[in-house]
């Protein structure tokens, strides 16, 4: 594949798809005709040149491939002139491209298909991690085996899973949802959200430290489930989740020198982006007094690390306070894990690791913590021993590559 269409696969895929399913109703018949075009552009744009306008070409050529498939199998034969089927389809691919919103009026008017993709993602017929799953695949156009990695399980296995999926969705009403199935879809799509943060922060594979478009795609779409809610539908966690989000998003230009990560007590605070901090603080203020909530926990700990000039004036036991009310809320493995490092950094290395005695959990974090934890309890071997398991799970290769490093920093006992 080459590179622009790279680029246009992972700006726009979900943004055809949305139009596609729009128009046709069939979210098989969107993926595979819009997958056919990316196919048909990979052919041709090498040898023809890219248009001038990829999208309304890969618009154009999926609407035609799904208008071949309709007539294949006799469900929309019109009998309508091939010509002038052809003309609108170019005319109006082109037009749409153009005014996202519509060309007759104002943004935001139309609505925006991709948030509908989303919500029909979050139909309550389907278990919501394969609604998250689906959405990561189909909206943001993350690949199968990174949401697999995700999800902690094979590459075949997820794309089994996204098949059901995508069947149970066949013949779903592709439309906002209104009263209580709205806010029953909130919650999911939320959680959907940050699970889309979360491969764009710290993807599970490949070489980049960090894919910051990702991640900003996911606060969009935050922005805009906020946007189009009932003025009287609570949006508490909401907000918490957009200032979570802003707060970890704001170190993206900070969390990478020369290709290598840069972890948090190393980063240039300078380099954050303190307008994303900023419009954080604002949303969480008023909901200091609010009831406990997961997102609402994370948020303020990300606000003591943000609000913290340097690392030494970070508030450890805070943090460790605000983990311990999550561990009790979630009983998660993952804030269990994240608590020990808290517990680690407020009173030293072997209260942590206490906390780490008997969790189990896939992946590379656990052992690459207990590592760091034995490493700074002077536990050598022990250390050297753990890195290796974890460096033999991770598959992304920046935070393999200090894996490595940190390893070969710790003396044996």
């Known amino acids: 594949m080459t590179d622009p269409l790279a680029a246009v696969l ?23 005709g819009l997958a056919d075009a990316f196919e048909a552009a990979a052919r041709t744009w090498p040898g023809d040149g890219v248009p001038a306008n990829p999208p309304a070409w890969l618009l154009t050529t999926a609407r035609r491939r799904i208008i071949d498939r309709l007539r294949t199998e006799t469900v929309a034969d019109r009998a309508l002139p091939v010509l002038a089927v052809e003309a609108d389809l170019t005319e109006e691919a082109q037009r749409t491209m153009a005014f996202p919103d519509g060309p007759d009026g104002p943004p935001g008017r139309i ?15 389907l278990p919501r991690e394969a609604a998250a799953a689906l959405t990561l695949r189909l909206v943001l156009g993350v690949p199968t085996e990174d949401v697999a990695r995700l999800f902690l399980v094979s590459t075949p296995t997820m794309a089994a899973r996204l098949t059901r999926a995508r069947k149970r969705l066949a013949g779903q009403h592709f439309a906002v949802p ?28 490949g070489a980049d430290v960090l894919r910051a478009d990702v991640a900003g795609e996911a606060i969009r779409l935050v922005r805009v489930l906020r946007d189009v809610l009932p003025p009287d539908h609570p949006c508490t966690e909401l907000d918490a989740l957009l200032a979570l989000m802003l707060l970890q998003h704001s170190r993206r230009d900070a969390r990478v020198r ?12 300078s380099l954050w982006r303190h307008e994303d901090v900023d419009e954080a ?3 969480l203020t008023p909901l200091a007094h609010a009831p406990a909530a997961p997102y609402l926990l994370q ?3 990300a606000a003591e690390h943000a609000i913290a000039l340097d690392p030494a004036a970070t508030d450890w036991s805070r943090i460790a306070d605000r983990y311990r009310e999550l561990d009790e809320l979630t009983g998660s493995p993952v804030v269990r894990l994240n608590r020990a490092v808290a517990v680690a950094e407020a009173d030293g290395p072997l209260a942590g690791l206490r906390l780490l005695e008997g969790l189990t959990l896939p992946g590379h974090r656990l052992p690459a913590a207990r590592a760091e934890l034995l490493a700074r309890a002077g536990r050598g071997d022990e250390a050297r021993t753990a890195y290796d398991e974890a460096i033999g799970r991770c598959h992304n290769l920046a935070e393999r590559a200090h894996l490595v490093e940190r390893r070969a920093e710790v003396p044996p006992d």
């Open 10 to 32: 992972r700006d726009e895929w979900g943004r055809l798809l949305a139009l596609l399913v729009a128009q046709f109703r069939r979210l098989d018949l969107a993926e595979d």
């Open 111 to 125: 609505g925006d298909e991709r948030l509908r993709l989303v919500l029909l993602c979050a139909h309550p017929s």
């Open 178 to 205: 209104s009263g209580a199935e709205l806010d029953a879809r909130v919650g999911v799509v939320a959680d959907v959200a940050y699970l889309a943060f979360t491969t764009g922060y710290a993807p599970a594979s």
């Open 299 to 301: 948020a303020l700990i």
């Open 281 to 283: 603080v604002e949303l």
């Open 258 to 269: 020369d290709g290598a990560i840069v972890l948090l007590a190393d980063q240039d605070r």
